[in-house]
């Protein structure tokens, strides 16, 4: 097929993209910004590790070497694993690095004529339109501007990169007003390991965040301060961080990643029966959550901390808000270098360091300031197009998730994708099966339904966000649903959607990316 198709990113998702795309007999180019392959693996903290057991972080023709022996691989691991699965299928030859896409223009027919259409691209087929997208790139090395004319165009920008998420604060108590320096984590992660230590040591800190990055920042801050400086972790919400995947010695896996587990909660477009089961089984749903609750607390210590989360594990790991605790992170808090303060109400800056509102106006005396606040993904995306009306549609609502049929692709712009924007409980695992199935997609295998079908479908998965994931759903995560989820995209492809050998297998064990190897 002569078709060709931009690939935006090489991280993980670009990478698959390209492999799949390849397959099918496509043209890819992948334009990535940076000089290297990985995404977010390339530029991290030096303890990070992947949260993730590898068995649910790997692709499904490429396993781990035997070599990795760890459960949860560091960081070179695994970035080391994603550029070897890039050698091996030849995929560098595709990418052009240290190219920025600036814009991206869709060329073709009108926008009054497309929002008349009642089937994605006029037909419902990826290349009906007759149009074409125009992507401009930045080189980098040259500063030159070049502009290229695609097919279809897979973007794999991913949200946690590049335009990093500040607060805002009241007036005259921004960074402003505050004499200590203040970075984003981002920044901190740039710094090469021993750039990063020498930075942090000898001072004050005060890192802002409650989930995994700001965790293991403050954990490294107190690696080289100790308790004589501590490193205050400032926080809002609390979430079950948990100590490891093996609850009371039970596999969490037998209790979130199989089908039986699925069978406990409402699933967009189930049908009567399933509803029914899923309520009659509502008391052992909150039996599972609780005791994985229940050995977290124990294990932590988190009641004595203060701690202790308001919405449930389910809740959390519906929301892929879950995250490993660095190892003696509780016993660091204890001795006293690391100090959790919890800010309900906002916050502002003032000479000293930071004002807490809201609690007899505490102040923290601090030097510097690490804002571990998060990215600004959607913003990220929204930008990449040059037509307002495809940035109003690619974001959507305010109060929905992000309107993506199967998390992938938007009934009204055509000869587009997303990959790897929505997230999962391994998003290596849940971007193969994405690419798979779009690959076949545009390989003519099937097609996808009327605009307004697709639509619908959205307001499903609207719907099962809101109930269990809670203010975090437009994060659209799909961790206690992704075999459920995989099950859409296998009949949409043809596949059979039960992959185990027997009725016991099929409802008990845990799905894994080598579940998948072949239709």
């Known amino acids: 097929m002569d078709k060709k198709v931009a690939i935006v990113g090489a991280g993980i998702s670009g990478l698959l993209a390209c492999k799949y795309t390849l397959l099918k007999g496509f043209r890819p180019i992948v334009f990535e910004s940076t000089s290297t392959i990985g995404g977010v693996w390339t530029k991290t903290i030096e303890t990070t590790k992947l949260q993730t057991p ?12 035997s070599s990795v022996e760890e459960d949860h691989p560091n960081h070179n691991q695994v970035l080391e694993y994603i550029e070897s699965y890039a050698r091996h299928f030849d995929l560098v030859r595709h990418i052009k690095f240290n190219t920025k896409v600036c814009g991206m223009e869709f060329e073709g027919p009108s926008e009054d004529e497309m929002q008349s259409w009642s089937l994605w691209g006029g037909t419902g087929e990826p290349f009906s339109s007759g149009g074409k997208w125009k992507v401009i790139v930045e080189e980098k090395q040259s500063l030159s501007t070049k502009t290229y004319l695609v097919d279809f165009v897979i973007l794999c920008i991913g949200r946690f990169s590049d335009v990093p998420n500040i607060p805002e604060f009241p007036l005259n108590k921004g960074p402003e007003a505050f004499h200590g320096k203040v970075i984003h984590s981002m920044d901190y992660a740039n710094m090469d390991y021993e750039s990063a230590a020498k930075f942090v040591t000898g001072k004050q800190i005060t890192v802002v965040g409650s989930q995994k990055f700001a965790i293991d920042i403050a954990m490294e801050c107190s690696n080289a301060n100790g308790i004589e400086n501590p490193c205050t972790l400032l926080y809002r919400t609390e979430h079950w961080n948990i100590p490891d995947y093996f609850p009371w010695g039970v596999s969490l896996a037998l209790l979130y990643f199989n089908r039986f587990s699925e069978l406990l909660v409402h699933k967009p ?16 749903r909150w039996m599972f959550s609780k ?3 229940t050995y977290a607390s124990k294990k932590l210590g988190l009641y004595k901390y203060g701690m202790i989360p308001k919405q449930s594990f389910l809740q959390d790991i519906s929301s892929c808000v879950v995250a490993i605790v660095p190892e003696k992170f509780y016993d660091r808090v204890q001795q006293g270098s690391i100090i959790l303060k919890k800010s309900s109400a906002s916050f502002g800056f003032v000479k000293e360091g930071i004002l807490v509102e809201g609690d007899a106006s505490t102040l923290i005396k601090t030097e510097l300031v690490i804002l571990a606040t998060g990215f600004r993904g959607e913003k990220k995306l929204k930008d990449i197009f040059v037509s307002p009306t495809f940035q109003d549609y690619i974001t959507g609502p305010k109060d929905a998730i992000l309107p993506l049929y199967r998390q992938c692709i938007h009934g009204r712009i055509p000869q587009l994708a997303v990959i790897g924007f929505s997230e999962s409980i391994s998003n290596l695992y849940t971007s193969e099966m994405r690419c798979r199935w779009l690959a076949e997609l545009l390989a003519g295998t099937f097609k996808v339904p009327r605009i307004k079908e697709m639509e619908k479908d959205v307001k499903k998965w609207d719907k099962y966000a809101k109930q269990y994931a809670g203010e975090y759903y437009r994060r659209s995560c799909i961790g206690a649903l992704h075999i459920w989820y995989n099950d859409q995209l296998c009949k949409d492809m043809g596949w059979s959607h039960k992959r185990k050998k027997g009725m016991f297998a099929e409802l008990f064990e845990p799905y894994t990316p080598m579940d998948y190897v072949s239709p």
């Not at 972080?57 to 396993?63: A, H, I, K, R």
């Open 269 to 284: 477009g189930e049908g009567f029966l399933l509803s029914l089961l899923a309520t009659l089984l509502s008391p052992l």
């Open 54 to 65: 590898k068995a649910f972080y790997q692709f499904s023709d490429f396993p781990w070497p």
């Open 291 to 293: 005791f994985v609750e």
